[in-house]
Each structure stands twice: as structure tokens, then as C-alpha cells.
């Protein structure tokens, strides 16, 4: 799966907005430098983000952004979603809506599980248990996997 430089700053984003637990908005300016992202392609994705419901802003002096939901309630699949689109696609269709001949017949269903995990991991996934480390047991399991923390 290949995760856009989009779509890893909106997590990022969500996570300072998740760690900032109290509720005050938090500014463009803060969220570029904490987490070392652009400013104005980092405008465009917080765009987004307010478009899909997953973030309110404030204007004003004090003003800025906030989550529009508890960090328990916005699961990092949501946040791919809002800025990417689907989270798997094949040739820029859903994978159940692909069709193969002869000795490739059978790949759809493939691609079908292959959407299924990942959606398992990041559906799965609050902003809370990232920032809080306290993964959910399905990815911690994958974590133990053989072989999953090296390059293949």
C-alpha cells in the first residue's frame, strides 16, 4: 500500500489535534511546525478534513482548529479517506467492481482481501490509540508477524 505525503500529514495533523486534548484551537502556524509540514499544502488538507467533518475551524485572533469528534471517535482510515478517496483501488476503480479473463479470474477476490485488510488496521484505529500507543490487539498481532518490520 502506498500511504501519499497527503494523506501521512493529515494523520499528523489529526494526531497534534488529538494531542491537544483540551480543546482550544490549534493553529495552522502550530500544527507546520510541530509536526514539520508545509503550511500551504498543509491549508489545502485541513480544507479537506473541515469538508469531511472531521475538523472545525475557528476564526479570529485565538482562533484555529479543532477535532469535530472525540479523538476515540475518528479512526485513521476516515482521515486517509478525506483526503485520498477510497482506500484501495485498482486502476482507479473499487476492487469488487474489476473483472478478469482466464488465468487472472480469480484476482478480484484478491484485491477485494487485500482492501479488507487494510481497512481491518486503519478502520480499526482511533487517533486516541495512536496517540496513546495503545494499539488495537489485530495490530498488534500484525506488528508480530514475521518479517513485518523488514523491507521486502
Avoid at 511546525?33 to 489545502?44: G, H, I, N, S, V
Avoid at 473483472?99 to 486503519?122: C, D, H, K, P, Q
Wanted: proline share 5%; charged share 25%; net charge negative.
Amino acid at each position: 500500500m502506498h500511504i501519499s505525503a497527503r494523506a501521512d500529514y493529515a494523520v499528523r495533523a489529526m494526531l497534534t489535534l488529538a494531542d491537544a486534548g483540551d480543546g482550544a484551537p490549534v493553529s495552522v502556524q502550530r500544527l507546520a511546525e510541530e509536526q514539520d509540514l508545509p503550511r500551504k499544502f498543509l491549508e489545502a488538507i485541513l480544507g479537506d478534513l473541515r469538508r469531511a467533518s472531521l475538523v472545525t475551524s475557528r476564526m479570529g485572533a485565538m482562533g484555529g482548529y479543532v477535532l469535530a469528534r472525540p479523538a476515540a471517535d475518528i479512526c485513521v482510515g476516515e482521515v486517509i479517506r478525506a483526503v485520498d478517496g477510497p482506500l484501495a483501488e485498482v486502476r482507479g476503480e473499487r476492487p469488487q467492481a474489476t473483472s478478469y479473463e482466464g488465468a487472472a479470474a480469480n484476482l478480484r477476490t484478491l484485491w477485494v482481501a487485500v482492501r479488507a485488510s487494510v481497512r481491518s488496521v486503519l478502520d480499526e484505529t482511533t487517533l486516541a490509540d495512536v496517540v496513546s500507543g495503545d494499539l488495537p490487539q489485530s495490530v498488534r498481532q500484525a506488528l508480530e508477524l514475521p518479517g513485518a518490520w523488514e523491507n521486502r
